[in-house]
């Protein structure tokens, strides 16, 4: 009776063992070098940021607490996003995904600064500080998205990277008009909607379903980081900030819902 090898053919079996190994090691070696670009890139931006904590540290009155908030916040987010690089299917970190790595540490100093200054609504000039930042990150928005675009580095994991950046931020400046009495603690429900989104879908997993892109939930995620960027300018006060903040509210509860109703129309999957 013939081998396995001599009924495929000694050659033929050699040759597509071979091909298969190199094959295999060759997306192995990309898993690689993609892996080493992402942690050259990540590293470098954390370690800029904690530079730039301990420079805002010593000529603001915020302490180490400050300092560790950014790192620590920045480290998780950065984990997270290495944890899910798997997923990314190019072989370079790309330069769409380092501007939203920048953005991300945009919003570490954010919410750092958020949750640390004490005297933040007594302090214009950290105010108007804060809302520059942000709308410099707003402003970056539009930017990845068209890098990706540019150099043909489009991806599920760059969308839900930029997506959740997006949300962060969100929520952050939620907390900031709370902390702030910008509006009541209601206001919480603009950063706290999509996390709750997610885990109703843990618990109804017809929420789970595939949303098709939409340029209405686009512009509704960027009306509120400027809604809430409007509140917290220093000569906003209630109750015209208190009327921004229903708005926002009002419009985000509007795309949600049409959201939610599409995927309940969708037909059950047997």
Not at 239 to 259: C, E, G, I, K
């Amino acid at each position: 009776m013939a081998s396995e090898p001599e009924r495929l053919g000694g050659d033929d079996f050699v040759g597509s063992w071979s091909a298969g190994s190199a094959d295999l090691a060759a997306r192995h070696l990309q898993r690689r070098g993609l892996l080493n670009d992402a942690l050259a890139t990540l590293s470098g931006l954390f370690v800029g940021t904690g530079i730039v904590a301990l420079l805002v540290s010593f000529h603001l009155p915020l302490g180490w607490d400050f300092v560790a908030s950014v790192t620590l916040s920045l480290a998780l987010m950065f984990a997270l996003v290495i944890y899910a690089l798997p997923a990314h299917p190019h072989r370079r970190f790309g330069y769409a995904n380092l501007v939203t790595a920048f953005r991300a540490s945009l919003v570490s100093l954010t919410f750092a600064t958020v949750i640390c200054f004490e005297s933040l609504a007594a302090t214009d000039i950290a105010l108007w500080t804060l809302v520059g930042v942000v709308l410099f990150a707003l402003a970056l928005d539009g930017v990845d998205g068209y890098l990706a675009r540019r150099y043909s580095q489009e991806s599920d994991f760059g969308a839900r990277f930029d997506m959740e950046v997006d949300a962060l931020l969100i929520l952050v400046l939620s907390l900031a008009a709370a902390l702030l009495d910008k509006a009541g603690l209601w206001v919480l429900l603009i950063g706290l909607m999509r996390y709750g989104f997610v885990a109703t879908g843990w618990v109804w997993p017809r929420l789970n379903g595939e949303l098709p892109p939409s340029f209405r939930r686009k512009l509704v995620c960027v009306l509120q980081i400027a809604a809430l960027c409007i509140i917290l300018v220093p000569f906003v006060t209630p109750p015209y900030s208190t009327a921004v903040a229903a708005a926002a509210l009002s419009a985000l509860v509007y795309s949600f819902a049409v959201d939610i109703l599409f995927l309940l129309r969708q037909p059950v999957e047997t």
